[in-house]
């Protein structure tokens, strides 16, 4: 069930689709919400988010291993080369996903406890070593190899979260791939260590509906 509650810096309805997700960003001024026993809290003002040319947007539905989903968050990330996203997905049950985005490919990704990861090699990572890219890495009986590493920088976020992201947050993330479309994901702020694994996705496999219009682009079958 929805929460309602006003946005203690302007007064707009808020509302919060999941209980399990304790930041929001006000649509109306942009203020990053924090959710509590006590009420609502502001954290700050999100930036604006920058133009993109991405086709998914806040509100786009869709379908993933039988489970519809929807589209309720996104937190947009910068480094040296470039930019991505990551969109949450608040499934039926209740459960969330991440949706990642760089480009024109997508990860389907769910966190999952770094304290029941084994490898030797991620946990020094998460202690604050280097991730050497090339290098193999045994996870949960599967091989992958660290594909990607880099500092990045949050840009701004939108939505709903399940964590506030405010601009100018520093992330180590570091990528895995493996076989069959496999991967996995290590972030590092400093502080804490999260970690994600899933699969590469083509868009037009989790059935999307109510995609971004973009100017000069036609909507691909599959999305009308």
Request: aromatic share 10%.
């Given at each position: ?27 109306t ?31 786009m ?56 990861v ?26 992958l190899?660290i594909a ?28 895995l ?5 496999a ?37 691909p079958?599959?999305?009308?």
């Amino acid at each position: 069930m929805s929460l309602h509650l006003p946005c203690p810096n302007c007064g707009a309805d808020v509302v919060f689709r999941s209980p399990a997700l304790p930041s929001r960003v006000c649509d109306t001024c942009h203020s990053m919400l924090v959710r509590s026993d006590a009420g609502v809290t502001q954290f700050g003002i999100a930036a604006a988010l920058p133009f993109d040319v991405s086709p998914v947007q806040i509100g786009m539905r869709g379908v993933d291993e039988g489970q519809a989903f929807e589209v309720i968050g996104r937190v947009r990330w910068s480094w040296t080369d470039g930019a991505w996203n990551e969109w949450l997905l608040l499934f039926e049950g209740g459960g969330t996903a991440w949706l990642g985005e760089a480009m024109g490919q997508f990860l389907l990704l769910r966190e999952y406890p770094f304290g029941e990861v084994r490898s030797k090699t991620l946990r020094a990572i998460a202690d604050g070593e280097r991730a050497q890219i090339g290098q193999k890495v045994e996870l949960f009986g599967r091989k992958l190899v660290i594909a990607d590493a880099r500092q990045a920088l949050c840009i701004t976020a939108e939505g709903e979260l399940p964590f506030v992201a405010p601009s100018g947050w520093q992330a180590y993330n570091v990528d895995l791939r493996g076989p069959d479309g496999a991967c996995a994901s290590l972030q590092r702020d400093g502080r804490t260590t999260s970690f994600y694994q899933g699969r590469y996705v083509m868009l037009a496999e989790l059935a999307p509906r109510g995609l971004r219009a973009i100017e000069g682009w036609a909507l691909p079958d599959y999305a009308a």
